[in-house]
């Protein structure tokens, strides 16, 4: 009596009943064994006897039965769930690419996504606040925004491993690419092209949101100061993509080149940006390369049609490498590789626009 049994007979097993909604009691019940065994047969563990294992079976598919990713995780402290932070509207080009690729990665591992959006403050307090994450995933990816110190310090408390989207963070995992080199290398372009007036085109959003974006922003101030003979003129605007700005900036961009007389460069951000401008210029009869020359940033599948010369993120292989490492430390794999960095080269795709 005092001992452990690693499993049960098979006496007092009854004949089960069509159930609407079964449970591991009424599998437990209809076999005759408890629900610890029901519970280790059905994860195929080795300690129950190969009849027993297969009669649960056989009464649990009956019955419609199946264990969830948290009934398991009772005993395993798994739940076989990866989480992912977002900090951006799932509506986003990004966003969609990165999700599409993780989900990929995650079930075909057998694995569920969990989603959590943090676009904006009062979201982001909210998560922090309550860590809905806790103990709801074996690991977390945290995609491509910057989170404060003491929010960091949040995730290592509870002790949720996290591999970072877009960012690198001291101690963790991350998988990423040199935005910095990408905004300087779009830069050069537009330098090499003719183009000595410039401008960055940015989204105004909160920093944090938008992280790897200000890193463009940084390649491209050093490629102007490094060029800083060819440079007649630089600047920065800034722009809401909800509103219509595009007819507006491309008339002022064309009024500037006829009072100067020479042409402009524009690297925008993201292709959203650069989309709609260009769609701005072309309405307004601008010259599109010879007066406004435009450079986006992303590589979305209808810049390709729209002609739009652009640096092409590979966000799917970023997204896949980030799920493949968030299975690792799902797994207890990862313990070699707690600062591990994977950076992923981006490609300049020119076309019309400049």
Avoid: C
Avoid at 76 to 105: N, T, Y
Avoid at 128 to 135: K, S
Avoid at 272 to 291: F, S
């Amino acid at each position: 009596m005092g001992g452990m049994q690693a499993d049960e007979s098979s006496s007092g097993a009854v004949s089960p009943a069509p159930q609407a909604h079964a449970s591991m009691h009424d599998v437990a019940v209809a076999a005759g064994v408890s629900t610890s065994t029901v519970s280790r047969a059905l994860r195929g563990q080795s300690n129950v006897r190969p009849d027993t294992a297969a009669r649960v079976r056989a009464i649990a598919e009956e019955l419609g039965f199946t264990v969830t990713a948290s009934a398991s995780g009772l005993a395993s402290g798994k739940v076989k769930r990866i989480a992912v932070l977002l900090g951006s509207p799932v509506s986003d080009w990004f966003s969609g690419q990165i999700l599409d690729a993780i989900i990929r990665v995650v079930r075909g591992a057998g694995y569920d996504l969990l989603l959590y959006r943090v676009h904006g403050a009062k979201e982001r307090e909210s998560f922090f606040r309550t860590m809905p994450a806790r103990r709801n995933a074996d690991a977390m990816i945290v995609a491509s925004f910057r989170l404060q110190p003491e929010e960091q310090a949040t995730l290592a408390r509870i002790g949720i491993p996290t591999v970072y989207l877009n960012q690198k963070v001291e101690g963790y995992p991350g998988v990423g690419m040199d935005d910095v080199g990408a905004g300087a290398g779009a830069t050069r372009h537009l330098l090499d092209r003719g183009y000595h007036r410039l401008i960055y085109l940015r989204e105004l959003l909160e920093q944090d949101f938008v992280w790897s974006a200000q890193d463009r922003y940084t390649g491209f101030r050093a490629a102007v100061e490094a060029a800083h003979e060819a440079v007649e003129e630089s600047g920065v605007v800034q722009v809401r993509l909800a509103e219509e700005f595009q007819d507006d900036l491309a008339r002022q961009l064309a009024a500037d080149v006829e009072k100067t007389g020479r042409p402009v460069g524009v690297l925008a951000e993201n292709d959203a940006l650069a989309m709609r401008l260009l769609t701005g210029l072309r309405r307004n009869g601008v010259d599109v390369p010879g007066q406004v020359g435009v450079v986006g940033f992303d590589g979305q599948d209808w810049s390709l049609r729209l002609g739009l010369t652009t640096v092409v993120q590979p966000v799917q292989r970023l997204a896949s490498a980030a799920a493949e490492i968030a299975l690792r430390l799902a797994r207890d794999e990862a313990t070699d590789h707690d600062s591990e960095w994977l950076e992923v080269p981006t490609v300049l795709r020119e076309s019309e626009s400049t």
